[in-house]
């Protein structure tokens, strides 16, 4: 459904007196995976690794440096203004903090009505019933189109963001930290009901975040991204029970768990700068399993058998 | 049993607002005995953080206000005492530590020098004295090249970097209580597991007491020895970490628990609590969890719930509980 290849995002950081090219932040630095029909993929991550850049790349929110995106089979990398805005009524995306894409003077209605009218739904009357179904389809009110977003929770704001992806009836939603901002037991809400949307819509799902715990919720595949590389892909199962990239490891070992207190691989110090990440391996100066060829040689993503795809030399 | 080194006895504060009166602590107990590691538990808006504060008496007055209750550490009731004996107390005795590192420290003084402050202040060292105890403590919390990094401004400092100076300036006057608001929320799981082993090193080592207050239950099973889980500015279940996890008794605290996902294993779907964390400005009547429970009966509707105790050192505010 949806093919990402080799998609690169740079951002040139200037100085200077003549603002010369000092070099790039490699947001996202060469990232190739696809979605199937009705598939959740997780990705997951710390904070800078480029995974909310290259969602938003994904919906040509930003332009990406190299590579290309297709979805369904067409190249998505080079369409103008008015094919995009076709585009985005089979892509959407949900945002992380519900309080800041809202408009606080728009009613609830208009915010979720809005794409309607973009899209070429002239009809009050058919906007407003649709508005209303969608409303009751996230769990509000008919009449909670009528209300402001500060009259609204959290939790009921994030409803309203995805009711607001779904009314154009989109395939593949990018839901982008959709749950990291709420209280667990509203997380818990919010994703069952994204998981009943899945279900009856037939909705594919990039969904990015760095709860692994989230993640293993949701998802069917797994991609795991460090400094703007996937390292390792894989079935759900595989990478839970069978992870072979010691970033993997250690972000399972890393995770606080109920009622078990296990030996854990700490990873020291923290994520390099995107602007000169390490030689060789990205990870080699935090990883414990570390070998010689690990420092001035990068590894690929290879397939190790059933689709479990690892960049690391160990492999 | 060691020794009860603080003693929160019913204590309530209130912010007096326009729209009316929040009761954002309503009624909470609790002990804190000597190096072990307390965990205040609940969701946003439970009242956990301004507990805290109101014991330290730093919460905003007005609107604030502390309406009632009892905080004894040792011998003195820190609501009674006077400015200059709680500041004293503040600080050196009992330290805090806030979720955002970034807004607590200075951006325009390096942090060896901010550390060096506090020394200088509190126990009135020299200045040369005080550098030296500030890179001591910078090395104490696992920065590296302690002597070098005093003289970086936080801006130079990762988040996780941050945090530990943060945590080694509240250590600067040996402090008996160490209170952490939310310090691991803000930074990522591999640099969450490195903060909390040091917390957990630093109460062994230091014989020093926590309190942790935090949301998520994964933080509390890997450090906490007792917990209080607080709902809607009041207690809902007191119990020591292992007794809570395999024997939580309120509703809320089972909810809570199950509507986690988990790392360890998959499951279909999650369980929810429905509905939404109550106003506090007009609370349900009776026990406050009652909208949102499974199990209310009829007298939850009417009667605040009293203690039951379930074991030793387990009691839950539950009527389900009390026959």
Same mark, same amino acid.
Not at chain 2, 105 to 110: K, Q, R, S
């Given at each position: 459904m949806l093919e990402v290849r080799d998609v690169k995002k740079y951002y040139p950081v200037t100085g200077g007196l003549f603002s010369?090219?000092?070099?790039?932040?490699?947001?996202?630095d060469g990232v190739s995976f696809h979605i199937e029909e009705g598939e959740t993929l997780g990705l997951v991550g710390e904070s800078g690794c480029g995974k909310s850049t290259l969602g938003r790349v994904i919906l040509r929110l930003e332009e990406p440096t190299g590579g290309s995106i297709f979805y369904r089979g067409a190249d998505? $990398?080079?369409?103008g203004r008015g094919e995009l805005r076709a585009l985005r009524q089979e892509i959407q995306m949900i945002f992380q903090d519900p309080q800041s894409f *809202?408009?606080?003077?728009? $009613?609830v209605g208009q915010s979720v009505g809005e794409a309607l009218l973009i899209h070429g739904v002239r009809d009050e009357r058919e906007r407003e019933q649709r508005v209303a179904e969608i409303l009751v389809r996230v769990g509000? %009110?008919?009449?909670?189109? *009528?209300?402001?977003?500060? %009259?609204?929770s959290s939790g009921q704001r994030q409803r309203i963001g995805i009711g607001r992806a779904l009314i154009l009836s989109p395939k593949l939603i990018i839901a982008? %930290?959709?749950?990291?901002? *709420?209280d667990v037991s509203i997380q818990a809400q919010i994703l069952n009901l994204m998981l009943d949307l899945r279900k009856e819509f037939g909705l594919a799902y990039l969904f990015i975040a760095h709860d692994l715990s989230v993640i293993r919720h949701v998802s069917h595949r797994v991609a795991v991204m460090y400094l703007g590389k996937i390292v390792e892909l894989a079935e759900k199962a595989e990478v839970f029970q069978?992870? *072979?990239h010691p970033y993997t490891e250690a972000l399972l070992s890393a995770v606080p768990a109920i009622g078990q207190k296990k030996s854990r691989i700490l990873l020291t110090g923290s994520v390099p700068s995107p602007l000169n990440p390490p030689a060789g391996c990205r990870f080699h100066t935090r990883c414990?399993?570390?070998?010689?060829?690990?420092r001035h040689e990068e590894p690929g993503l290879k397939d190790? =058998?059933? =689709?479990?795809?690892v960049a690391c030399h160990l492999h | 049993m060691g020794e009860t080194i603080l003693r929160v006895k019913n204590l309530r504060a209130y912010f007096f607002t326009r729209r009316g009166i929040v009761k954002a602590v309503d009624g909470v107990d609790f002990e804190l005995e000597r190096s072990e590691c307390l965990c205040l538990v609940?969701? !946003?808006? @439970?009242?956990k953080t301004v507990t805290m504060l109101s014991i330290l008496g730093l919460i905003d007055s007005p609107p604030g206000r502390i309406v009632g209750g009892e905080v004894y550490y040792g011998a003195v009731n820190l609501l009674e005492c006077p400015r200059e004996q709680i500041r004293h107390i503040r600080g050196r005795e009992i330290a805090m530590i806030f979720q955002d590192a970034q807004s607590a420290?200075?951006?325009?003084?390096?942090i060896g020098d901010q550390i060096a402050e506090q020394v200088r202040l509190h126990?009135?060292?020299g200045h040369r004295a005080a550098k030296e105890r500030a890179i001591a403590l910078l090395d104490e919390v696992g920065i590296p090249s302690a002597d070098e990094a005093?003289?970086?401004?936080?801006?130079?400092? !990762?988040g996780g970097m941050k945090q530990r100076a943060m945590i080694a300036m509240s250590l600067s006057c040996d402090p008996k209580i160490l209170i952490a608001d939310e310090?691991?929320? /803000?930074?990522d799981v591999t640099i969450k597991a490195q903060i909390l082993d040091l917390f957990l090193r630093l109460k062994k080592t230091r014989q020093m007491s926590l309190v942790f207050i935090t949301h998520e239950l994964g933080v509390v099973s890997e450090i906490g020895d007792r917990i209080v889980v607080m709902y809607g500015g009041r207690v809902a279940e007191t119990a020591t970490a292992s007794e809570l996890f395999e024997n939580a008794k309120h509703p809320y605290t089972v909810g809570l628990m199950r509507c986690l996902p988990d790392v360890a294993q998959a499951r279909d779907r999650l369980e929810s609590i429905p509905g939404t964390v109550p106003s506090l400005i007009d609370p349900p009547s009776g026990c406050i969890f009652q909208p949102r @429970?499974?199990? /209310?009966?009829?007298v939850c509707l009417k009667e605040k719930p009293t203690p039951v105790t379930v074991n030793e050192g387990h009691s839950v505010f539950c009527h389900l509980y009390s026959r």
């Open positions: 010369r090219h000092l070099g790039d932040v490699k947001a996202v998505i $990398t080079g369409l *809202l408009d606080p003077r728009m $009613t509000l %009110e008919a009449q909670h189109a *009528l209300r402001y977003p500060h %009259e609204f982008d %930290e959709p749950v990291s901002a *709420l069978n992870a *072979l414990h399993r570390v070998l010689p060829v690990c190790v =058998g059933g =689709g479990h795809l | 609940g969701e !946003s808006g @439970c009242g420290l200075n951006p325009v003084f390096t126990l009135g060292l005093a003289d970086y401004y936080p801006h130079q400092l !990762s310090p691991t929320t /803000a930074v @429970c499974d199990r /209310a009966l009829a």
